[in-house]
């Protein structure tokens, strides 16, 4: 779960073959408030959305991948992991 993280707002990227992201996190009060696609290779902006959706409403990065981009998801999900300093 995402809790007890430090205030702030950070970018991470995270790189994995063709698929890139580097994304923005922004946590206040223990809680990821807010996340955005700062740049991305390979992955489209819907499945950013979906994904980012995803962590917020379980308020965890354990979330199942968007079907059909898994690469792409697993690359936000380590980026938000990072940004957050959960990884």
């Known amino acids: 779960a995402l809790v007890a993280l430090a205030a702030g707002t950070r970018r991470a990227t995270v790189r994995e073959d063709e698929v890139s992201a580097t994304v923005e996190v922004t946590v206040n009060g ?19 959305e979906a994904v980012f959706a995803a962590v917020q409403n379980a308020r965890s990065s354990s979330v199942d991948a968007v079907a059909g981009a898994t690469a792409s998801s697993n ?10 300093g959960i990884r």
């Open 30 to 48: 223990g809680s990821i408030t807010g996340l955005r696609l700062v740049e991305g290779r390979n992955v489209d902006a819907s499945v950013a």
């Open 75 to 84: 690359v936000l999900l380590r980026a938000v992991e990072e940004a957050a």
